[in-house]
């Protein structure tokens, strides 16, 4: 298994069943400084792998005709790219079966937009340091101060 350098910024895979929920996260992801790839199957998601330039996977454990766990067992076989399983469906023994298997992170839906950039850039980050990725991870955007309260006489 090998990690494949990646370009910058990073691009990220994700494989989700739901068009709403594509576009949800691709708007999401790009709006972290990444690039986003969205596809609806395991037939799709091979071919989107064979150009090995992602960075990252963000797959459905739950797909209407596919078993996103076996998908994710596949992609496992032949890389080394994280996989971030995020779910609607799964319960404790899915998310201990996929972490103890095959992957990196698991997040439930709903999911917090923040929460998932931070994990996405966790996972690239510690993908770099085992060497797969030539770049930086974009950084998190700038938090404005909180206003500070004016001070009692």
């Known amino acids: 298994m090998r990690l494949t350098p990646t370009p910058y910024p990073p691009r990220i895979l994700i494989v989700d069943d739901e068009q709403d929920m594509r576009d949800l ?3 999401l992801i790009e709006s972290g400084g990444f690039r986003a790839q969205a596809v609806a199957d395991g037939t799709e998601m091979q071919r989107a792998l064979a150009a090995g330039d992602h ?3 963000i797959l459905d454990l739950r797909l209407r005709r ?3 766990l076996a998908l994710a067992r596949a992609v496992r076989q032949d890389s080394a790219i994280p996989i971030m399983i995020l779910t ?3 319960d404790e023994t899915d998310r201990i079966l996929s972490l103890e298997l095959v992957a990196d992170d698991f997040l439930m839906k709903p ?3 923040r929460e998932l ?3 996405v850039r966790a996972l690239i980050r510690r993908a770099g340091e085992r060497g797969g990725a030539t770049e930086a991870v974009p950084a ?3 938090e404005p101060e909180p206003a500070l309260a004016p001070e009692s006489a």
């Open 66 to 68: 596919e078993d996103g």
């Open 25 to 27: 996260l691709i708007d």
């Open 117 to 119: 950039l931070a994990r």
């Open 140 to 142: 998190a955007p700038a």
């Open 111 to 113: 999911f917090n937009p």
């Open 88 to 90: 609607g469906k799964g």
């Open 55 to 57: 960075a990252l996977l």
